[in-house]
């Protein structure tokens, strides 16, 4: 009984041992950003510099180097991205990066994700790469990756250690895509007035493309009449410099907004016409 005990307990101390979660040097990190229509998140591990020389020492330079720690670096799209005029289809790729001492980086996109670390990095697979030059910065104790300046066709992909700092411009075609997107949801046919109305609001509100608009607006009209049509031309008149007939279509945008119960709708276009009223 007593040898039945010692077994029992030592499978169990063996597997809390097993179990038991420590705290890692480089733990793990994930960054997720939308670009337009596309998505771009970037897996990867955060070393710290602890006091150590990093840039020529702890990541030698003119070497291959796993930008990170761990596990190879990753990074996935959601759609086909371009890198200094490189296309990278959607996918996951690793990343890795090559130092220079005169104050430039490689960048390499590969298609071998099976990687932990650069060991097994291989150039025949890279699907893109792209030389940056690096910039001092005050000192990153952790190592950061980040994608900043967003807009709807780019971002950066931004990288700081130590007192080092590169910025790569990742680029969508995200009008490509939205083109691809609109054409498809008018050939199903379905809620074609609110079909029109998004296509409008795109084109007035994010590429300031008047003609364009009216022109979905128009067809969506003529699907179905809505507060919301009426009102996004009302707004585009007003833009134009056409007060007195952005008030007439706003009043029927109200009068549209208050027969289909949408307070929140209705109450937008009421503040918005006393507004213009004023102004008029």
Same mark, same amino acid.
């Given at each position: 009984?007593?040898?039945?005990?010692?077994?029992?307990?030592?499978?169990?101390?063996?597997?809390?041992?097993?179990?038991?979660?420590?705290?890692?040097?480089?733990?793990?990190?994930?960054?997720?950003?939308?670009?337009?229509?596309?998505?771009?998140?970037?897996?990867?591990?955060?070393?710290?510099?602890?006091?150590?020389?990093?840039?020529?020492?702890?990541?030698?330079?003119?070497?291959?180097?796993?930008?990170? &720690?761990?596990?190879? #670096? *990753?990074?996935?799209?959601? +759609? $086909?991205? !371009?890198?200094?005029?490189?296309?990278?289809?959607?996918?996951?790729?690793?990343?890795?990066?090559?130092?220079?001492?005169?104050?430039?980086?490689?960048?390499?996109?590969?298609?071998?994700?099976?990687?932990?670390?650069?060991?097994?990095?291989?150039?025949?697979?890279?699907?893109?790469? &792209?030389?940056?030059? #690096? *910039?001092?910065?005050?000192? +990153? $104790?952790? !190592?950061?990756?980040?994608?900043?300046?967003?807009?709807?066709?780019?971002?950066?992909?931004?990288?700081?250690?130590?007192?080092?700092?590169?910025?790569?411009?990742?680029?969508?075609?995200?009008?490509?895509?939205?083109?691809?997107?609109?054409?498809?949801?008018?050939?199903?046919?379905?809620?074609?007035?609110?079909?029109?109305?998004?296509?409008?609001?795109?084109? !007035?509100?994010?590429?300031?493309?008047?003609?364009?608009?009216?022109?979905?607006?128009?067809?969506?009209?003529?699907?179905?009449?809505?507060?919301?049509?009426?009102?996004?031309?009302?707004?585009?008149?007003?833009?134009?410099?056409?007060?007195?007939?952005?008030?007439?279509?706003?009043?029927?945008?109200?009068?549209?907004?208050?027969?289909?119960?949408?307070?929140?709708?209705?109450?937008?276009?009421?503040?918005?016409?006393?507004?213009?009223?004023?102004?008029?």
């Amino acid at each position: 009984m007593k040898k039945l005990f010692f077994f029992l307990a030592a499978g169990l101390m063996g597997g809390t041992a097993v179990a038991q979660d420590l705290p890692q040097p480089s733990p793990a990190a994930k960054v997720e950003q939308v670009v337009g229509l596309t998505t771009i998140s970037i897996d990867y591990s955060r070393p710290s510099v602890k006091g150590r020389t990093i840039f020529g020492d702890l990541v030698p330079y003119d070497e291959v180097w796993r930008l990170g &720690a761990n596990a190879c #670096t *990753k990074i996935t799209l959601s +759609t $086909e991205a !371009f890198v200094q005029g490189q296309s990278i289809e959607a996918g996951t790729y690793a990343v890795f990066a090559i130092p220079y001492a005169n104050g430039t980086w490689k960048i390499l996109f590969n298609s071998n994700t099976e990687q932990r670390g650069a060991g097994s990095y291989d150039s025949a697979l890279d699907v893109a790469t &792209a030389m940056v030059k #690096t *910039k001092e910065s005050p000192l +990153t $104790e952790t !190592f950061t990756i980040s994608l900043t300046d967003v807009t709807n066709n780019s971002a950066n992909l931004s990288i700081k250690w130590e007192n080092v700092h590169v910025e790569l411009p990742i680029e969508v075609e995200t009008e490509k895509i939205a083109q691809a997107n609109i054409k498809a949801a008018i050939a199903k046919g379905e809620d074609l007035d609110k079909v029109y109305y998004k296509a409008a609001d795109y084109y !007035f509100n994010s590429l300031n493309n008047e003609k364009k608009a009216l022109g979905y607006i128009h067809k969506g009209l003529s699907a179905k009449e809505g507060h919301a049509l009426y009102f996004l031309r009302a707004q585009i008149l007003k833009k134009q410099g056409h007060t007195k007939e952005a008030i007439e279509e706003a009043g029927k945008a109200y009068d549209l907004a208050i027969t289909a119960e949408q307070k929140g709708w209705s109450d937008y276009i009421k503040e918005n016409l006393e507004n213009w009223k004023k102004k008029d």
